[in-house]
């Protein structure tokens, strides 16, 4: 590693006896990382050193979002990102869950239709002409946001993400949870509100219905408040909520509730340090939602000793899944080879190949 300039040494560290063991640091300048974010509306790429520092943001609205076409976005924004780089170790992709289940995977507008994990990755490296590891959404936004983000120090945090719908990020002591194929913490279709509003999935009352962008979308655009699903959300949110209007507010008291109920639920089931909410929702928005929970006391998170809230805001913002995207490729790159060094055992270094 230190050969192809991914780590440095910073000097030895004093022995008792013998040789003093070199100390190594990463070389965050060593190498560059992309992430790419697929949503169905957007396209996002972060370019991040070793250190996991965003050097260059790239969004574009997407109109379409077969597979073919956005890999040739994707190609494009690569080309133009990596002129003067240093090293690049490779790509991350992330894309709404759930991946591969009939009948969800392609239900209405907060998926992404035809991307099937499992050619996905392979036709990404050759548009991309580099590796590509794939993976959800939430999942990387929680890895983002344990690096730099608010859950920095925890070892066991949930992570609500706001994609267009509503994705969970688990990551419980160190080690992000993905279950037996990649699909777990797909709370967006989890019934919150029996008999309630029908969801494209074929559940009534699903969460993703009440507290996701779509579903707050939806109901400006029904109010006469927002001219289209595709534009401007961001900017009428930010002004409406500055003015106080009741219609966004009627939308924050229903997702909040509904929200609550859903908090309560993930305490229980995964006892998380905290639960983190964030992604493609304005900052002033998210903690307008966090303002107006009411969480349930039968929770194992109402303890006596916390030192934190319950319930935080994130802080790395839009990009956030697409910064873990990049993260993805620069653990995968690192830690395999930190590892195996690790594990090797003594009388093993010396042996002659077989
Ligand atoms: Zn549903």
């Known amino acids: 590693m230190e050969g192809?300039?991914?780590?440095?040494?910073?000097?030895?560290?004093?022995?008792?006896?013998?040789?003093?063991?070199?100390?190594?640091?990463?070389?965050?300048?060593g190498a560059v990382a992309l992430g790419f974010e697929v949503r169905p509306d957007i396209l996002t790429m972060v370019l991040t050193d070793l250190g996991g520092t965003a050097l260059l943001t790239r969004q574009m609205r997407l109109t379409?979002?077969?597979p073919a076409h956005v890999l040739g976005l994707m190609a494009q924004m690569a080309d133009e990102a990596q002129t003067d780089r240093p090293r690049i170790l490779g790509a991350g992709l992330v894309i709404p869950g759930p991946f591969g289940v009939e009948g969800l995977s392609a239900a209405g507008a907060t998926t992404l239709p035809?991307?099937?994990?499992?050619q996905i990755p392979a036709m990404a490296a050759e548009a991309l002409g580099m590796p590509v590891h794939l993976d959800k959404d939430a999942t990387a936004a929680a890895l983002a946001e344990g690096m730099g983000g608010?859950?920095?120090?925890?070892?066991?945090?949930?992570f609500l993400y706001f994609g267009s719908g509503l994705g969970l990020g688990v990551v419980s002591q160190g080690q992000p949870l993905r279950g037996g194929f990649g699909n777990a913490g797909e709370v967006g279709h989890i019934i919150i509100t029996p008999g309630?509003?029908?969801?494209?999935?074929?559940?009534?009352?699903?969460?993703?219905?009440?507290?996701?962008?779509?579903?707050?979308?939806?109901?400006?655009?029904?109010?006469?408040?927002?001219?289209?699903?595709t534009r401007g959300t961001d900017a009428t949110v930010a002004a409406l909520l500055?003015?106080?209007?009741?219609?966004?507010s009627t939308?924050?008291?229903?997702?909040?509730?509904?929200?609550?109920?859903?908090?309560?639920?993930?305490?229980?089931?995964f006892d998380p340090q905290c639960i983190i909410l964030g992604g493609a929702l304005p900052d002033a928005l998210l903690d307008a939602l966090i303002a107006n929970l009411s969480l349930p006391e039968g929770s194992v998170s109402r303890r006596a000793d916390r030192n934190g809230p319950r319930v935080a805001r994130g802080t790395s913002g839009n990009r956030s899944a697409?910064?873990?995207?990049?993260?993805?490729?620069?653990?995968d790159t690192v830690t395999p080879r930190l590892d195996a060094h690790r594990s090797m055992p003594t009388e093993m270094k010396d042996a002659p190949c077989p």
């Open 64 to 66: 379409r979002t077969d």
């Open 4 to 29: 192809e300039g991914l780590v440095h040494a910073t000097g030895r560290r004093p022995a008792a006896r013998g040789q003093p063991p070199l100390v190594y640091a990463f070389n965050p300048a």
């Open 251 to 269: 939308w924050i008291t229903t997702a909040a509730e509904a929200l609550s109920r859903a908090i309560g639920l993930l305490e229980n089931l």
């Open 150 to 158: 608010a859950a920095q120090g925890l070892s066991s945090y949930a």
């Open 322 to 331: 697409a910064m873990g995207a990049a993260a993805l490729v620069i653990h």
């Open 242 to 248: 500055a003015a106080g209007n009741p219609a966004l």
């Open 196 to 229: 309630g509003l029908p969801c494209d999935c074929g559940n009534h009352g699903c969460l993703e219905q009440y507290v996701s962008r779509l579903s707050l979308q939806r109901h400006l655009v029904a109010q006469g408040l927002l001219a289209s699903h």
């Open 114 to 118: 035809g991307w099937d994990p499992k």
